[in-house]
């Protein structure tokens, strides 16, 4: 079974420059988790989607970050602009029955 | 909403010793709990996870132990290897809904 595939790994971009994330989840899982995770901290949450719903964006920066997961597959993360406070990895993670949620590799975003 | 500590920091153990990580989260509904690897550059993975309904859970070298009434888990692994080395997070959630991460142990085993 194919895990989690991120594009790209790795990112590095000057402040004020719109980037982009992209995530396809394991077949089948529905549930799908973007993350940011600073350097020595466990993972954060920015965005759960149920399918195609947004249900939990609580914590994402909506003046700058933006989700989509159109027709409940593929998502993408974007953020514009890029501050020098976005550089992090950005994980996205999917979960389905059995209900284990599992990472991908992650992109590694420098902003300078 | 949850709050997961996670202790310690820093672990360093002698191969072939045993290594604790302990995990206290706050919200009592929380009813799933992962235990996370992650090695220098790569993805969290799932190594052992528990649900509430278990006070348990062993699989080869490594085993989760959770107290629901004082409301804290622990990894625990057996007969350490340097490929144990490595930082591993905790995590509680309810029904999959969110999930709280604690902020990590970095574990370093010495041969």
């Known amino acids: 079974e194919a895990g989690v595939v991120q594009s790209p790994r790795y990112k590095i971009i000057e402040k004020k420059q719109p980037v982009a994330f992209w995530c396809n989840p394991i077949?089948?899982?529905?549930?799908l988790y973007w993350y940011r995770q600073n350097l020595g901290q466990g993972p954060e949450l920015l965005i759960r989607y149920e399918n195609e719903e947004a249900v939990d964006d609580s914590q994402l920066p909506k003046d700058r970050f933006s989700a989509e997961r159109l027709k409940g597959v593929d998502s993408t993360l974007k953020i514009q602009p890029a501050e020098l406070g976005d550089s992090a990895v950005y994980l996205c993670?999917?979960?389905?029955?059995?209900?284990?949620?599992?990472f991908g590799p992650g992109t590694r975003l420098t902003v300078t | 909403g949850e709050n997961v500590e996670q202790h310690p920091s820093t672990l360093s153990v002698q191969e072939g010793d045993s290594a604790v990580i302990k995990c206290t989260y706050s919200?009592?509904?929380?009813?799933?709990f992962p235990w996370y690897k992650q090695e220098l550059g790569k993805r969290p993975q799932l190594i052992i996870d528990?649900?509430?309904?278990?006070g348990e859970k062993k699989d080869q070298r490594i085993a989760v132990t959770l107290n629901k009434t004082a409301k804290h888990f622990s990894l625990h692994i057996t007969e350490t290897q340097p490929e144990d080395s490595a930082v591993y997070f905790c995590a509680a959630t309810t029904n999959f809904n969110k999930f709280y991460f604690g902020s990590g142990t970095k574990l370093n085993v010495k041969p």
């Open positions: 993670a999917t979960a389905g029955a059995p209900y284990e949620q599992y």
């Open positions: 919200d009592s509904a929380s009813n799933y």
């Open positions: 077949s089948g899982h529905n549930t």
């Open positions: 528990i649900r509430s309904n278990v």
